[in-house]
C-alpha cells in the first residue's frame, strides 16, 4: 500500500516522513524520527506513557493517527529540556524522587507541563486531575504530585 | 495492516465514502478508531475523515444549542454557555482523552463509555446525519435503538434545547476509580417545571442496556408531579424497569439493577 508523505514541527523542527495508512503518531516518533521518549505502555489509551503535546495541547500519541497532526506542532519531552539544563518539571522529579522505574515519567511530564503551561500555579486537586490519564505502578503518585506543586511554586515551571 | 486514510473537505463526499464501503470507518477523536486499529482490527480496511470546519462548530448563544460532531469535550469544559454540561464532559477520560475524544464519538461508544450521550438521551436531542442518499435528522432515542444499523452513515451534529433552569439538568457517573474510570452506571435527568409540576421529564441512563436508555417507567413517575419524597421515592422503584445491563469487570448486572434506584434517588433529591 502506498506511504503517504507528512510533515510536521516536532520540538520546533520541521520534518518530513512517509507513513502507511492508520501508523499512530508514537510509531511515527519512535520508530520513523528515532525519538525514544514518548514511551509505549499499552497502545490503548489507559496509560498515558505515550502522551505529547500537539499545537500546546495534551494528546494521547497510541491514539493519534500520524496524518492528522499535519503542518502541526508536536511536543515530547525530548524538547523541553533547553541544552544540557534540565526542565525545572525534570529537576523537580529528581530532587522529589518522583520516578522510580522511570517508565511513566515521559507522560506525566508532559501532562505536568501542559498544566503548568496554561495554570502556573495550581492547586493539589488540579495537578491531581491534570495527571489522572497517567498510570505509575511504582511511586504512590504522592512523589510525583508534589514534584508537580515544587515545580510550580519554584515559579520557573513556565520556561 | 495498513489501512486507507482518505481526507475529505467536506462531508458529502466523506459520507459518499461511508456508506460505499462496509469496512470503512470514520475517525473522530481516534481514541476507539485507533485503539481498534491498534489491536490489529482487520474489519477496518479505510478510515475516513471531513475536515469541514461545521463539524467543529459550537452554537450555543441561543435557546437551541448544536455541537458538530467533531467537537470535543475540552471545547465544551471551554465554553461558559455550557456550563450545564461541563459535569459530563469532565466525566470523561483523563485530560488527553477530553482533548481528543468527541461528542459524535461518543454516541457509537460501547458500554461502559458513551456517558456524554446519555446526557444528550435526557436533553431530548435531534442527532443529524447525512447519508450516502441524503440528509436527515433522527431522535436520538430513535438513533441509539437502531444504532447498529447506523454505520456508514456521517453524524454532523447534535442539537437540543437549553434546559429552563439550572436545577432542570443534573448529572451523576458512578465510577471506581476517581477522577477517571468507567461508569458502573451514569445516570442524567431533564425535569422542566411548569408550576410545581413536571411536565416532560426525561431520564438516562448509561450501562443499564448494550446502548444509554430512557427510564421510561421512571418518567411516568414524576410526570406531572411535584418533586416530594414520594414521588422520588416512586421513580427510584421504578429505575430498573426495562433495563437489561450486563456483566463486566467493573461491575455485575446484579449490582447494577440493585444500585440504579438508589442513585436515581440522590439525583433526584440533590445528595451529593
Ligand atoms: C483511556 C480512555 C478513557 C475513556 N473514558 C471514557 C469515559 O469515561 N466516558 C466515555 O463516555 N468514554 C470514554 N472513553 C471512550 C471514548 O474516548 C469516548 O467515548 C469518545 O467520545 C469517543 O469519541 P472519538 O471521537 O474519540 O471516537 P472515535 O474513536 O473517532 O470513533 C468511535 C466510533 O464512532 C464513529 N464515529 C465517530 N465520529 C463519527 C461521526 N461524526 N459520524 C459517524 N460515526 C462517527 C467511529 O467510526 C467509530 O466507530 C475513553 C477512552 C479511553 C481511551
Ligand atoms: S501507550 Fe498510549 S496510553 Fe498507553
Ligand atoms: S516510576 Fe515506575 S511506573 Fe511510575
Known amino acids: 500500500m502506498a506511504k503517504t508523505a507528512l510533515q510536521f514541527q ?3 523542527r520541521d520534518v518530513a516522513i512517509f507513513v502507511d495508512g492508520g501508523t499512530n503518531l508514537l510509531v511515527a516518533l519512535r520508530e520513523l524520527i528515532g525519538d525514544m521518549t514518548p514511551k509505549f505502555g499499552c497502545g490503548q489509551g489507559g496509560c498515558g506513557t505515550c502522551s505529547v503535546l500537539i499545537d500546546g495541547e495534551l494528546h494521547l500519541s497510541c491514539l493519534t493517527l500520524a496524518e492528522t497532526v499535519a503542518g502541526r506542532s508536536v511536543e515530547t519531552l525530548d524538547g523541553i529540556k533547553d541544552g544540557p539544563n534540565l526542565h525545572p518539571l525534570q529537576r523537580a522529579f529528581a530532587d522529589n524522587f518522583a520516578a522510580q522505574c522511570g517508565y511513566c515519567t515521559p507522560g506525566m511530564l508532559m501532562a505536568a507541563k501542559a498544566l503548568l503551561d496554561r495554570n502556573p500555579q495550581p492547586s493539589r486537586a488540579e495537578v491531581i486531575e491534570a495527571i489522572s490519564g497517567n498510570i505509575c505502578r511504582c511511586t504512590g503518585y504522592e512523589p510525583i504530585i508534589n514534584a508537580v506543586l515544587a515545580a510550580a511554586s519554584g515559579g520557573r515551571a513556565r520556561a | 495492516m495498513p489501512v486507507t486514510v482518505k481526507t475529505f473537505t467536506n462531508t458529502h463526499d466523506a459520507a459518499a465514502a461511508l456508506s460505499s464501503d462496509r469496512s470503512a470507518r470514520y475517525l473522530g477523536g481516534g481514541t476507539l478508531v485507533m485503539r481498534a486499529l491498534n489491536e490489529g482490527d482487520i474489519s477496518i480496511s479505510t478510515v475516513v475523515r471531513a475536515s469541514d470546519h461545521a463539524m467543529t462548530r459550537i452554537d450555543a448563544s441561543g435557546s437551541r444549542i448544536t455541537l458538530g460532531a467533531g467537537v470535543t469535550f475540552a471545547r465544551i469544559l471551554a465554553e461558559r454557555d455550557l456550563g450545564f454540561l461541563h459535569a459530563p464532559a469532565r466525566s470523561i477520560g483523563g485530560p488527553a482523552v477530553r482533548n481528543m475524544g468527541t461528542v459524535g464519538g461518543n454516541l457509537f461508544a460501547p458500554v461502559p ?69 468507567g461508569a458502573v452506571i451514569t445516570l442524567a435527568a431533564h425535569l422542566p ?3 410545581s409540576r413536571i411536565v416532560g421529564a426525561r431520564i438516562a441512563l448509561g450501562s443499564m442496556a448494550p446502548t444509554p436508555i430512557r427510564a421510561r417507567a421512571a418518567e411516568r413517575t414524576l410526570e406531572g408531579r411535584a418533586l416530594d419524597a414520594s414521588t422520588i421515592s416512586a421513580a427510584a422503584a421504578a429505575a430498573v424497569e ?31
Open chain 2, 113 to 181: 463509555y458513551g456517558d456524554f450521550t446519555v446526557a444528550m438521551l435526557a436533553l431530548d436531542a435531534v442527532v443529524s446525519v447525512q447519508g450516502g442518499l441524503g440528509g436527515r435528522e433522527i431522535s436520538i432515542d430513535e438513533f441509539l435503538q437502531t444504532r447498529d444499523r447506523q454505520t456508514g452513515v456521517l453524524v454532523l451534529a447534535i442539537s437540543f434545547a437549553r434546559p429552563g433552569s439550572t436545577d432542570a439538568f443534573r448529572y451523576r457517573k458512578i465510577a471506581r476509580i476517581k477522577p477517571k474510570g
Open chain 2, 193 to 195: 417545571v411548569n408550576g
Open chain 1, 10 to 12: 516536532h520540538n520546533g
Open chain 2, 242 to 272: 426495562g433495563t437489561t445491563p450486563g456483566d463486566n469487570a467493573l461491575a455485575s448486572a446484579w449490582y447494577r439493577r440493585e444500585i440504579v434506584g438508589v442513585h436515581l434517588r440522590r439525583l433526584l433529591s440533590g445528595q451529593e
